[in-house]
C-alpha cells in the first residue's frame, strides 16, 4: 500500500459519501446509548457530518493516519472471516478513536465501537472489514460531536 496525498483525498471523499450510511448508524448508536444511560442524546445531521469529515481531514498528521485505516479496512478480507476477526476488530476500533479525539473521547470512542460493531452487520459480498469500517465511523463521530448533555458546558472538575 502506498499512501499518497491522493490517496487521502480520495479516502476523504469516500467517508464524506458514506454519510448516507453512517448518519443513521450515529443516531441509532446515540439513541440505544441514551436508552441504556437514560439520557436524550441529540441525533446529527449530514451537515454536521460533513464538517467533521472536514475537520478531521483538516489536520494532515491526523488524516493520513485515518485514511490509511479506511483504506485498508475497506481492502481486509480474511478467507472464512473468522481468523481476521482480531485485525478488522483492532483497526476499527483505533479508526474510532482517532475520529473521537483527543482523551477521554479517544477511549469513548474505543468503547463505543465495540457497541456499534455488535449492531452493525455489512451485506453479503461485503469484504471483512466493511462493517467494522462503518461501526468505527459511526462511533468515532458520534463521539466528537455535540449532543451529549454532559459535553456541554465547563466540567464541575476543572480548577
Known amino acids: 500500500m502506498r499512501v499518497t496525498p491522493a490517496v487521502v483525498e480520495r479516502e476523504c471523499e469516500w467517508v464524506r459519501d ?3 450510511t453512517v448518519v443513521p448508524l450515529v443516531n441509532d448508536v446515540r439513541q440505544k446509548l441514551g436508552d441504556i444511560f437514560e439520557t436524550d442524546v441529540a441525533s446529527i ?3 454536521q457530518y460533513d ?3 472536514d475537520d478531521v481531514f483538516a489536520d494532515g498528521d491526523l ?3 485515518v485514511a490509511t485505516l479506511v483504506a485498508l479496512l475497506r481492502d481486509l478480507d480474511v478467507e472464512n472471516d473468522y481468523p481476521g476477526f482480531v485485525v478488522d476488530e483492532l483497526l476499527g476500533r483505533e479508526l474510532a478513536g482517532m475520529l473521537a479525539g483527543q482523551q477521554p ?3 469513548l470512542g474505543e468503547a463505543t465501537f465495540h457497541y456499534a460493531d455488535i449492531h452493525t452487520h ?3 459480498g461485503d469484504t471483512a472489514g466493511a462493517d467494522d469500517l462503518d461501526a468505527a465511523l459511526a462511533a468515532g463521530f458520534q463521539t466528537r460531536l455535540p449532543g451529549w448533555e454532559w459535553t456541554e458546558g465547563e466540567s464541575p472538575f476543572t480548577v
Do not use: F
Request: proline share 0%; no cysteine.
Open 63 to 65: 488524516a493520513v493516519n
Open 18 to 20: 458514506r454519510g448516507t
Open 105 to 107: 473521547l479517544r477511549i
Open 45 to 47: 445531521s449530514q451537515s
Open 51 to 53: 464538517v467533521a469529515v
Open 122 to 124: 455489512g451485506d453479503d
